[in-house]
């Protein structure tokens, strides 16, 4: 599922996004949103992506068994919200409950926060 552009602003709520190919949710191109307990699970890449200062608004949203993280934040992409995972020490994190927070030093090296 993609979601772009800035005029983007979905209530993606009690949702199956699973078994995708490549990302399941992708938050892109100043997009919004607010995507509110849906099953995210058993995703090729990442289960979220958001980039491109996208913004979406993440809530208990169950996020699992993808073979990457559960959310990807890259290229100034924010979420507001979340249990977040992010990769990017680019990210911007706000009003987030963070358990963990990973970043990459280079290819193959990976740091926890």
């Given at each position: 599922m993609c979601v772009n552009g800035s005029s983007a602003e979905p209530y993606i709520r009690f949702c199956d996004i699973s078994d995708c190919e490549n990302v399941g949710l992708y938050v892109t191109d100043y997009a919004h949103g607010t995507y509110e307990d849906n099953e995210i699970s058993r995703n090729a890449l990442a289960g979220i992506w958001v980039k491109n200062h996208a913004n979406p608004i993440m809530r208990r949203n169950h996020i699992h068994h993808g073979r990457?993280?559960?959310?990807?934040?890259?290229d100034n992409g924010l979420v507001c919200n979340a249990h977040l995972f992010s990769y990017s020490k680019q990210s911007t994190i706000s009003h987030c409950e963070v358990r963990a927070l990973y970043f990459l030093y280079g290819y193959g090296s990976l740091g926890l926060l």
């Open positions: 990457d993280v559960g959310i990807f934040t890259f």
